[in-house]
């Protein structure tokens, strides 16, 4: 069975890594909503999700909609999650990490060399 990694691009506003992903041997699906994303990791646990923090301010209980996903994946496999975030809400992610355990995460502008080697150090 092929490798499969999620890609869960919101507000995007950085490059397309569809293909260093492929390049990688992952079979690429990209959602572009947190709820899409949910579903389908309701019918099918990939190996890896990439996903974006976007804070959100007016959550009363939750700093984004980030914390729904990660809460989905718990007792689900062994799914890797690299999370891309803005260095100036360091504070508020890592409150979202002392919750929610991810494989790594990497800040705006993301090094596409350090995206490589954490993704290749995944497979293996």
Not at 103 to 118: E, G, H, I, K, N
């Amino acid at each position: 069975m092929p490798k499969t990694l999620l890609a869960i691009v919101e507000l995007g506003g950085y490059p397309d890594f569809t293909i260093l992903y492929q390049s990688l041997g992952y079979e690429v699906t990209m959602e572009t909503s947190v709820r899409k994303a949910m579903r389908y990791i309701k019918q099918r646990v990939p190996d890896v999700v990439v996903a974006e923090f976007n804070f959100q301010s007016d959550f009363r209980d939750r700093t984004s909609s980030l914390e729904s996903l990660l809460a989905t994946l718990q007792g689900r496999g062994e799914c890797k999650v690299i999370i891309f975030y803005e260095q100036e809400f360091t504070d508020v992610f890592q409150r979202l990490l002392q919750q929610y355990p991810v494989y790594a995460s990497l800040t705006f502008p993301v090094d596409t060399t350090l995206l490589r080697t954490t993704i290749e150090q995944i497979g293996g």
